[in-house]
C-alpha cells in the first residue's frame, strides 16, 4: 500500500451526528488536527445544520441532506483558500452541528417581586412563573454570537440569559398594560404574546426564536392573598346576622349537644329538688348552727331571649321582649306575626308563644267576621 493510500485512509469520510442528550444546542464534530477528506460526506439530519468553519471564518452553512464535500460544492470555501480542483487534499477545517429543534418545558420566573400599581389596591406585589420553548432560527449567527469555539453548547448556558430577558420584559409590560390584580388571571394568554413580542427582537440578534411563552401563575403575597380569602369568605357568608342563627340551630340540632343540654337541665333540677327536701326534712331542731351552715345559693337569673321577625320572606332582629311589647303596641308585631328565639323549634306565631302571648292580653281580639 503506498504512502497516499495510507494518508488517505487516514482521514475520517462520513461525518454526522446523533444527538441523544435532550439538551445539547451546538456539538462540534471532533478531528484531531481539523483534517477533513476531501469528497467526504456530510450527512445533516432533519432538526439539524451543520456550520463548515475553515481557519476562523464562517465558509458555509448545510441545512438538511447528504454533501459530498468538495471545494466546486462550497464556492465560499474555495474562494478563501483559492484552491484547485484537482488538489485532492485535507480540509484543515471545524464542522459545527446546530440543533434547530424546539426546545421545551423551559421554566421561568421573578426572582424578586414586582411593584406595580393597582386600581383597585394600590401599589402592589406581584410575582409569575410559567414556561417557554426556545429553537435556534439562523446557526450562524447564534454560533459567532453565543457559541464561539465551545465544542459542546447546552441549553443551560443560555437559559439563564433568556430568564433574565423574559422576566425584564415581562415587568414591564404588566405595568404598562395596567390590568387590575383581580382580572390578570383572564388575560395571561394576552400578557403572554405581548412579551413574547417584545423580546422577539432581542433574541433574534442572538439567532434564537420564542415559538411559545406561557404565564401559568401570577400572585400576590402571602398576606394580601389571606386578606383576599377573609373578604371572599365574608361575601358568601352575606348576612351576618342569619349566618348566626344557622350556627346556633347547627348546635342545637347536633346530637352530642342537644343531648349534653338535656342532661345538663334534668341534672340541674333533680339538685335543686334533692337540696329542697333535705332542708325541709330537718326543721327548725335539725337545722345546723349558724356558724357552721352553708349560705343558700341564689338561683341563676332568668334567661332573657332575644327575638327575631319573618316578614314577606325577609327576617329583623334581634329585638329584646321590651322591643317586642313596643312593636306589639304599635302593631307591627300582632298576633300572626312568626317569631324566632335560638332554642324554639322553628318559627312560630307570635301568639302560639307562650312568653310573648302575654303581649296581646291587654288588646282586644280582632272583631268576628260579620
Do not use: C
Not at 12 to 21: K, L, N, S, Y
Not at 127 to 142: I, L, N, Q
Not at 225 to 251: H, P, T
Amino acid at each position: 500500500m503506498g504512502i497516499f493510500d495510507f494518508l488517505s485512509g487516514e482521514f475520517i469520510d462520513v461525518i454526522h451526528w446523533v444527538d441523544d442528550t435532550r439538551d445539547t444546542m451546538v456539538w462540534r464534530f471532533e478531528r484531531e488536527a481539523h483534517e477533513i477528506k476531501y469528497g467526504a460526506k456530510l450527512t445533516v439530519r432533519e432538526g439539524q445544520a451543520a456550520v463548515f468553519v475553515h481557519e476562523g471564518q464562517l465558509a458555509d452553512v448545510f441545512t438538511p441532506g447528504m454533501y459530498m464535500l468538495e471545494t466546486n460544492n462550497m464556492p465560499i470555501l474555495t474562494t478563501l483558500q483559492h484552491w484547485d480542483h484537482g488538489f485532492k487534499s485535507p480540509f484543515k477545517s471545524e464542522i459545527y452541528f446546530v440543533n434547530t429543534t424546539r426546545f421545551n418545558d423551559l421554566k421561568w420566573g421573578t426572582k424578586n417581586p414586582i411593584i406595580v400599581r393597582d386600581p383597585e389596591f394600590g401599589p402592589v406585589r406581584l410575582r409569575a412563573y410559567g414556561t417557554y420553548s426556545v429553537r435556534v432560527s439562523d446557526p450562524a449567527k447564534f454560533l459567532t454570537e453565543i457559541v464561539g469555539t465551545d465544542g459542546e453548547f447546552t441549553m443551560d448556558e443560555i437559559s439563564y440569559q433568556i430568564r433574565n430577558i423574559i422576566v425584564q420584559e415581562f415587568s414591564r409590560t404588566i405595568a404598562r398594560a395596567q390590568i387590575p390584580v383581580l382580572d390578570m388571571a383572564a388575560n395571561t394568554r394576552e400578557l403572554s404574546k405581548l412579551v413574547g413580542t417584545e423580546i422577539a427582537a432581542q433574541l433574534a440578534e442572538y439567532g434564537l426564536t420564542l415559538p411559545e411563552l406561557y404565564i401559568e401563575n401570577i400572585s400576590l403575597p402571602p398576606a394580601v392573598e389571606e386578606v383576599m380569602d377573609k373578604r371572599s369568605s365574608m361575601g358568601v357568608i352575606g348576612n351576618l346576622n342569619e349566618y348566626m342563627q344557622f350556627q346556633a340551630a347547627e348546635a342545637l340540632g347536633r346530637e352530642g349537644a342537644g343531648a349534653g343540654a338535656i342532661q345538663a337541665g334534668l341534672g340541674a333540677g333533680l339538685g335543686m329538688q334533692i337540696g329542697q327536701a333535705t332542708a325541709a326534712s330537718a326543721g327548725p331542731w335539725g337545722a345546723r348552727p349558724a356558724a357552721t351552715q352553708a349560705p343558700m345559693a341564689p338561683p341563676p337569673p332568668p334567661v332573657e331571649h332575644v327575638w327575631h321577625i319573618a316578614v314577606a320572606g325577609e327576617t329583623t332582629g334581634p329585638f329584646s321582649k321590651a322591643a317586642m311589647g313596643r312593636k306589639a303596641t304599635e302593631g307591627s308585631l300582632t298576633r300572626d306575626t312568626y317569631v324566632w328565639t335560638p332554642g324554639q323549634d322553628g318559627w312560630q306565631r307570635a301568639e302560639d308563644v307562650t312568653e310573648l302571648a302575654q303581649l296581646f292580653t291587654v288588646m282586644p281580639p280582632p272583631p268576628p267576621a260579620g
